[in-house]
C-alpha cells in the first residue's frame, strides 16, 4: 500500500522568500504523485500532478514540483512566496487503477511581512 | 466557481439525531468519494463510488452510510450522530480512466454536541 510523509508540520517563511515543502513516498511502482493546497474553510485544489515525463512539472499560482525516484520525492517549490500563499499544502499519491489517493498529513505554511 | 458542492457548510447538531451531508457535481464525473478530515490528521477515505449504484467502504472504519442513485448525487448519513463524528467531511469527484485528479467541495464542518 502507498503511504505519505510530509516531515514538516508547519513552515514560515517570509515574503518573498523561496519557499520548498518536502514530500516523500513510498509505492512499489510508479506513483501518480499531486499537491493540494487548501484555504482555511475551503476544499482542496490542486496545484500540480506528476504521472510520467518530464520530472520538473509546473503548476498554477507560480508553483513546481519535482518527481525524484531515487529520493522517493516529490518536494513542492517556488521562487519567491506571497501572503496570500499562506495555507494547508497536502501532497498525495495514488495507486494504479481505481484513483484512490493516499494523503499526507499536510504541511502549514505561514508566511510573515 | 465551484463545480462541486456541498452542504450544509456547517451543522451543529445534538446527539442521536440522523443527519444527511449533501454533495452534488455538475462535470459528470463517474468516481465520487468522501473523505473525513481532522486537525493536524491527513485526509481518511471513508466512502467511494464508481457510478451509479456502485459503493464501497474507504480505509477509515464509519458509520456512516452513502447511496448513489443519480451521477451527479452522493449524500452521506449518519443514522445517529455521536460527538465521536464530530469532522470535517469532503466530498470529490473525479473522472476518466487511470489518476485523473480529485475535485473538491468546500466541505461540511460537522459539530456534534
Known amino acids: 500500500a502507498q503511504s505519505v510523509t510530509q516531515p514538516d508540520i508547519h513552515i514560515t517563511v517570509s515574503e518573498g522568500a523561496s519557499l520548498e515543502l518536502r514530500c516523500n513516498y513510498s509505492?512499489?511502482?510508479?506513483?501518480?504523485l499531486f499537491w493540494y493546497v487548501q484555504s482555511p474553510g475551503q476544499g482542496l485544489q490542486l496545484l500540480l500532478k506528476?504521472?510520467?515525463?518530464?520530472?520538473l512539472v509546473q503548476g498554477i499560482k507560480g508553483f513546481e514540483a519535482e518527481f525524484k525516484r531515487s529520493q522517493s520525492s516529490f518536494n513542492l517549490r517556488k521562487p519567491s512566496v506571497h501572503w496570500s500563499d499562506a495555507a494547508e499544502y497536502f501532497c498525495?499519491?495514488?495507486?494504479?487503477?481505481?484513483?484512490?489517493?493516499?494523503f499526507g498529513t499536510g504541511t502549514r505554511l505561514l508566511v510573515s511581512p | 466557481e465551484a463545480d462541486i458542492y456541498q452542504t450544509p457548510r456547517y451543522l451543529v447538531i445534538g446527539t442521536g439525531k440522523k443527519i444527511t451531508l449533501e454533495c452534488s457535481q455538475t462535470?459528470?464525473?463517474?468516481?465520487m468519494y468522501w473523505y473525513q478530515q481532522d486537525p493536524g490528521m491527513e485526509l481518511h477515505l471513508i466512502h467511494y463510488?464508481?457510478?451509479?449504484?456502485?459503493?464501497e467502504k474507504g480505509d477509515l472504519s464509519s458509520e456512516s452510510t452513502v447511496s448513489r442513485i443519480r451521477t451527479e448525487h452522493f449524500p452521506l448519513t449518519l443514522e445517529s450522530a455521536r460527538p465521536s463524528h464530530t469532522s470535517q467531511y469532503l466530498c470529490?469527484?473525479?473522472?476518466?480512466?487511470?489518476?485523473?485528479?480529485?475535485?473538491f467541495g468546500n466541505g461540511t464542518r460537522l459539530t456534534v454536541t
Open positions: 470529490a469527484s473525479s473522472a476518466g480512466q487511470g489518476a485523473s485528479p480529485l475535485h
Open positions: 509505492y512499489g511502482a510508479t506513483p501518480y
Open positions: 506528476y504521472f510520467s515525463g518530464d520530472t
Open positions: 498525495a499519491v495514488g495507486a494504479t487503477g481505481f484513483q484512490k489517493l493516499v
Open positions: 462535470m459528470g464525473h463517474d468516481k
Open positions: 463510488s464508481y457510478g451509479v449504484n456502485s459503493t
